[in-house]
């Protein structure tokens, strides 16, 4: 069954600083892979995806991720944290039949000013 | 271009009601997707409706269904409802074809009492 892991709850991470938000997946064959985002009481927002080709996908909002198929990895990147970018960050894979997502717990990033 | 649009934004019920939620896709998405994100327990697929049809659906009771409008909207019914159906439930759009994005709404906050 495809699923995804992510094995941290919280990040914390001072503003201007690097961010990296962990996922692990296991999939069979070639996977899909997505970032979402979500605010406080909202919906998910779409940060990014990887379907193939480039191992460093980029995104919304100046996030990126990096494919990593021998570590079975998709870790969410951002070069200098904003202390907006506070929010519950969702990795997902989708099940095997159709565009339906499984997401992983969800990690909460923490940027402090 | 309007997202996807989830109405109403909460609703309270009493335990054994019934409740109707209601979504909009984007124009153009043909997939609906709903997902229940209940405290604790991250977010749960539970359907998914193409053209009009169910393709497919989470592990969640038969008193959790839906349908498929011809203009593509979604109605998500829960019967009997139980303090636990008590979550933010989220819809969802896409284009059919595998690996494309999908668009989350803002979601509608159930709580039964």
């Known amino acids: 069954a495809q699923s995804v892991a992510q094995p941290e709850d919280q990040v914390n991470v001072a503003e201007g600083n690097p961010l990296t938000v962990k996922c692990t997946y296991s999939v069979s064959g070639n996977p899909y892979l997505f970032w979402y985002v979500q605010y406080p009481n909202r919906g998910l927002q779409f940060l990014l995806k990887?379907?193939?080709?480039?191992?460093l996908v980029k995104g919304s909002y100046g996030f990126e991720a990096e494919f990593n198929k021998s570590q079975t990895s998709f870790h969410l990147k951002k070069p200098s944290a904003l202390v907006s970018d506070s929010a519950l960050y969702f990795c997902a894979v989708p099940l095997v039949a159709g565009n339906m997502l499984t997401f992983g717990g969800g990690t909460r990033l923490m940027v402090k000013p | 271009e309007a997202g996807v649009t989830q109405s109403p934004t909460h609703l309270i019920k009493t335990r054994g009601q019934q409740a109707t939620l209601r979504c909009s896709p984007i124009?153009?998405?043909?997939?609906v997707y709903w997902y229940q994100q209940a405290l604790g327990l991250g977010l749960q697929f539970l359907l998914w409706?193409?053209?009009?049809?169910?393709?497919n659906r989470g592990n969640f009771p038969p008193r959790f269904s839906g349908r498929q409008f011809p203009n593509y909207s979604s109605e998500l019914n829960v019967n009997a409802l139980e303090l636990e159906d008590s979550a933010l439930y989220l819809c969802?759009?896409?284009?059919?074809?595998?690996?494309?994005?999908?668009?989350f709404g803002q979601g509608t906050r159930l709580t039964v009492v």
């Open positions: 409706y193409d053209e009009g049809e169910e393709r």
């Open positions: 990887y379907i193939t080709g480039d191992n």
């Open positions: 969802a759009s896409s284009l059919w074809q595998g690996g494309t994005e999908a668009f």
């Open positions: 124009s153009g998405h043909t997939s």
